[in-house]
C-alpha cells in the first residue's frame, strides 16, 4: 500500500494467486496420481485372468500372472510416492509464500491491524496457514483421480456389463450431490472455527501481557475462568467440524457399500445362471466377473479420497476467505526501508501543511523552530498522535505536506530524517533482545548517558543480567514507570536533534512523572527541538508554548 493508505495488490487477497506457488508440482502430482489410480483396472484384469481361468478348468501361468500383477503394483506405488512427493513440495512452496506475505506486510506496517491483535496474526501466520498443506496434498490429488479415475472405471464397467454400468451410473452422482450439501456446513464450521481459534490467540496475549495487573488484583481466578469458558467453546466448535467430516464419511461409506453390494449381487447369480440381463446378449464370463468385482470398490475409492480430503478443503477455504480479509485491509507502511541511514542535513524545524488525521481530522497548519519546546494539547481523537507520528515520519501524510529541516518529507528522507528524531511512544514496546539493544537500535552513542538523562540506571542494575536482559514486549521485569523511563533513554540515546514524546507521564506516579519530565527538559536544554502530545497541564506549563487542537478544531 502506498502512503495515502490505498490499496495495492496483494497475493493473498487472490486464491489462484495465493495457490500459483509450485503450480507445475502441484499439476505433476495430480498427474502421477491419477496415472498411479489408472494402474487398478491393468492389475484388475491380471487378477481376472488368472482366476477366472481357475473357474473355467483352464491353466493360466502362475508365475505370470503373480510378476504382471507385482511388478505393475510396484510402478503404481512408485506413481503413488513421486506424487505425494510433488504435493508435499508444492504445499510448502504455497505455505512459505503466504506466511512470507504475511510477515513481510507485518514488519512493514505503520499502524495496528484491522483484523485483529497480534495474537490472531500470529495464528493465521502460523497454524492456520498450515492448514492449506493437507488442502495442496490431499484434496488437489483427490479432486483430480476423481475427475478421470470413476468414468475410466465407469466405460470398462459398461463394456462388459451394462446391468453394472448402470448400479454404478445411479450410486456414484449421489454420493458428490451430498457432499456439496455436507460442505456448506462444513465450510461453516471450519470458519467459525478459525475465527475462535483467532479470538482465542488475542484473548491469551492480552491476558499475559497484563500478567503482573492481574496477580497485584488477585484476578487469577476470575481470567483462569474466561480462559476455560473460551477454550471450552473452542472445543465445542472443534467437535461440530468433526461431526460433520465423520457424516459426511459415514454417509459416504453407506453408498459405496450398497453400490458394491449390488455389483457383486449381480455377478454372483449371473456366474450361477440365475440372471440372463446385463451383459450384451452373452453370459458373464468368470474372468468378466471377478473383473467387475475388483473394479467396483476401485469405482468408489477417489470419492473416499475426495470425501475424506473434504473437511481439508473447507477449513482451507475458510483460511483463504481469511487471508482475503486480510489482504484488504488498508495498511499504512512505514515509508523508507527501515534502515539506518546518515542524518538528514538541515535545521531541526518540523512544519505541517494542509495535513489530516486517518479519521479525516483537518489538523491545523503547525510550524515548530529548532529547539523550541511545544506541547500539544486537545481531548483524545483531537490528532495528537497523529501530528507526532507525522512529524517522526512514521506515516506520510494523505493530503498536505510534512516539512522538515527545511524540505518535505517523502519516503527517500524517512530513514534520513528518523536519524535524527528520539520517539517516546505512550505505550513501551521492545523488541525479543537484551536490553542494550533495545536501547541502541544498532546505533552508536552515549548509553550511560542516556540510563542517567532517564533516571533508569538503577532499575536496570536490578535486572537479573542488567544490560544483558531480555525484556518482554512491553517491559516484562520493569515496572510501568520503569518500562516508560527505558523508552525515554532510548529516545535520548544518540543525542537526537528533535524528541517526539506521546503522553510521557500519564499513568505515572508524581515521582515518576517527575523524573521523565526532568529528562525530557535536560534534552531540551542541549538544543533538542522537543515536541510533547500531554493531557498534563503541569507538563505542557513548562513549554515555550502550547498548541490546543481541539481549540483549532
Known amino acids: 500500500m502506498d502512503h495515502a493508505g490505498k490499496p495495492i495488490p496483494n497475493a493473498l487477497a487472490n486464491r489462484a494467486v495465493l495457490l500459483s506457488p509450485g503450480v507445475r508440482l502441484q499439476r505433476r502430482a495430480a498427474g502421477l496420481s491419477v496415472l498411479a489410480g489408472a494402474l487398478w483396472p491393468i492389475q484388475a ?72 491483535g497480534a495474537g490472531s496474526i500470529a495464528a493465521l501466520a502460523g497454524e492456520k496457514l498450515d492448514v492449506l498443506g493437507p488442502f495442496v496434498t490431499r484434496y488437489a490429488p483427490a479432486r483430480a483421480r476423481v475427475m478421470v479415475l470413476p468414468l475410466l472405471i465407469l466405460v470398462l464397467a459398461f463394456w462388459q456389463s451394462w446391468a453394472v454400468g448402470i448400479v454404478l451410473l445411479i450410486s456414484g452422482p449421489l454420493i458428490p450431490v451430498f457432499m456439496a450439501l455436507v460442505g456448506m456446513a462444513a465450510k461453516e464450521a471450519s470458519a467459525r472455527q478459525m475465527a475462535e481459534i483467532g479470538t482465542l490467540n488475542d484473548f491469551l496475549v492480552e491476558r499475559l501481557s497484563a500478567l503482573v495487573d492481574i496477580r497485584l488484583l488477585g484476578a487469577g481466578p476470575k481470567v483462569v475462568q474466561s480462559f476455560a469458558t473460551q477454550a471450552g467453546d473452542l472445543r465445542q466448535r472443534t467437535m461440530a467440524v468433526l461431526a460433520v467430516a465423520f457424516l459426511s464419511s459415514t454417509v459416504l461409506e453407506l453408498f459405496a457399500a450398497i453400490g458394491v453390494a449390488m455389483v457383486a449381487v449381480y455377478v454372483g447369480f449371473s456366474l450361477l445362471g440365475e440372471l440372463h440381463f446385463g451383459a450384451w446378449g452373452r453370459a458373464i464370463t468368470p474372468q468378466a466377473g471377478v473383473f467387475l468385482l475388483l473394479l467396483a470398490p476401485e469405482f468408489y475409492q477417489p470419492l473416499r479420497d475426495l470425501s475424506a480430503a473434504w473437511h481439508d478443503k473447507a477449513a482451507a477455504d475458510a ?235
Open 45 to 116: 484384469a491380471v487378477v481376472a485372468w488368472a482366476l477366472g481361468g481357475l473357474l473355467a478348468g483352464t491353466t493360466p501361468s502362475g508365475l505370470t500372472a503373480v510378476l504382471g500383477f507385482g511388478g505393475l503394483g510396484v510402478l503404481r506405488a512408485a506413481l503413488g510416492y513421486m506424487a505425494e512427493a510433488q504435493a508435499q513440495a508444492a504445499a510448502e512452496a504455497v505455505i512459505a509464500k503466504a506466511r512470507d506475505a504475511l510477515v513481510t506486510t507485518e514488519s512493514r506496517r505503520a499502524t495496528e491491524s484491522g483484523v485483529g
Open 319 to 553: 483460511v483463504m476467505d481469511e487471508l482475503a480479509a486480510y489482504a484488504q485491509d488498508p495498511v499504512v507502511a512505514l515509508p523508507g526501508r527501515g534502515a539506518l541511514a546518515a542524518r538528514l542535513a538541515g535545521p531541526a524545524t518540523v512544519a505541517l501543511r494542509g495535513c489530516f488525521t486517518p479519521a479525516g481530522v483537518r489538523l491545523p497548519d503547525i510550524t515548530i523552530a529548532a529547539g523550541e519546546k511545544v506541547a500539544l494539547i486537545g481531548p483524545s481523537g483531537a490528532g495528537k498522535t497523529s501530528v507526532l507520528r507525522l512529524m517522526a515520519g512514521l506515516e506520510l501524510p494523505q493530503q498536505g505536506a510534512v516539512v522538515v529541516a527545511g524540505q518535505a518529507l517523502a519516503a527517500n528522507l524517512a530513514d534520513a530524517w528518523r536519524a535524527r528524531v528520539g520517539w517516546m511512544p505512550q505505550a513501551p514496546h521492545f523488541m525479543n533482545s537484551s536490553l542494550r539493544e533495545n536501547l541502541s537500535l544498532g546505533r552508536v552513542g552515549d548509553l550511560e548517558g542516556a540510563l542517567k538523562t532517564a533516571a533508569v540506571g538503577a532499575a536496570v542494575q536490578a535486572l537479573p543480567q542488567r544490560l544483558a536482559t531480555r525484556l518482554g514486549e512491553t517491559g516484562g521485569g520493569l515496572s510501568g514507570g520503569e518500562a516508560r523511563r527505558v523508552t525515554l533513554a532510548r529516545a535520548v540515546f544518540g543525542a537526537p536533534d528533535v524528541i517526539l514524546a506521546d503522553e510521557p507521564t500519564a499513568d505515572l506516579d508524581a515521582d515518576t512523572a517527575r523524573l521523565v519530565t526532568e529528562g525530557l527538559l535536560a534534552q531540551a536544554a542541549k538544543g533538542a527541538t522537543l515536541v510533547i502530545a500531554t493531557h498534563d497541564a503541569g507538563l505542557a506549563a513548562q513549554m515555550d508554548r502550547i498548541i490546543d487542537l481541539g481549540a483549532i478544531q
